[in-house]
């Protein structure tokens, strides 16, 4: 997508600068929503389209843009999340959210270095702990109104009365979804660990995998750790969850007995110390980790080359 200032709108248009500038939190927010960077992009290029739809009179009418854009981006997501569930259900096997790398890990690294704007939209994710891929995970388990009323209120807090504006909903309902999908947080997820404590982890696993010792691999998962994979019928990957610490190490020996020359590389994942693996050079798999008591709880495996973009620098095409 291209900004406004590249499309052709005129410079002097009231409101140009704020406009543009209301991007990354754009960003930000619809990817919290969707769990898909390219689902975001989209949603915001659509929003930005429908603010340069209206005539000059009507947009000078809006007294605060970022406030209607930030509205409009929210409910194109609203109901992008309620079709969402639907498309999830041909998905083959698991679906997992989109993994974004760290700034300065995206794919040929970050534009410009001039101290402009980056291009990239990854640039313009912060990757804080409400992007962990643990904590979209869960989000996938809420209703699309439970996700939309929390990352408004608990993640950008806006105040109630806000959050029901956008969303067309009373105050009351809105915190009740808050407070509904806030239990759901705390019911499915741990405290996380240590940015360290999880970095020296993941860096033994690397280290384990790569002499494909299995006992070493079997000590660092917890016995009733879960792995899961995504590669969206696109390369072959388990279609169902692998359960247990020693299922989970024979599996991974075993690809990397199929993948003489896989390289493993400790990459940032969505804010925490994740792994990738790359075969011939190519970028095949990006893996996030949750822990807890110093073991590895759940490995999320995304392999669709779909979802691997910021990581390889291609766009593979999608669904209209």
Known sequence: MSNPSESGHDPSEPNLSALVGERRHLINLAY?????????????QETYMRWYAMSRARQEAIEAPGAWLTTVVTRICLDQLGSARARRERYVGAWIPEPLP?????HGGPVGGSGTEPADPADRVTLDESVSMAFLVVLESMTPAERVAFILHDVF??????????????????????????RRIRAERAPAAA??????VVRNFKEAWEAKDIEA?????????????????????????????????????????????????????????????????VTVTVAAFDLTGGRVTRIWAVRNPEKLRPWTGSRAPRDA
């Open 32 to 44: 919290r929503l969707l769990g898909s960077l390219s689902e975001a992009e989209d949603a915001v």
């Open 102 to 106: 760290d700034r300065t890990e995206w």
């Open 157 to 182: 807090r806006y105040p109630f009365a806000e959050v029901a504006e956008i969303v067309g909903r009373t105050p009351a309902a809105c915190r009740q979804l808050a407070s509904s999908a806030r």
């Open 195 to 200: 940015t360290g404590d999880h970095a020296a």
């Open 217 to 281: 691999l079997v000590d660092l998962l917890d016995p009733d750790a879960t792995m899961i994979a995504d590669g969206g019928g696109l390369v072959g990957t388990a279609l169902r969850p692998v359960e247990g610490s020693e299922r989970i190490a024979e599996y991974l020996i075993h690809i990397a007995a199929k993948a003489p020359g896989l390289k493993l590389l400790e990459r940032t994942v969505n804010g925490r110390p994740g792994l990738v693996a790359q075969h011939t050079g």
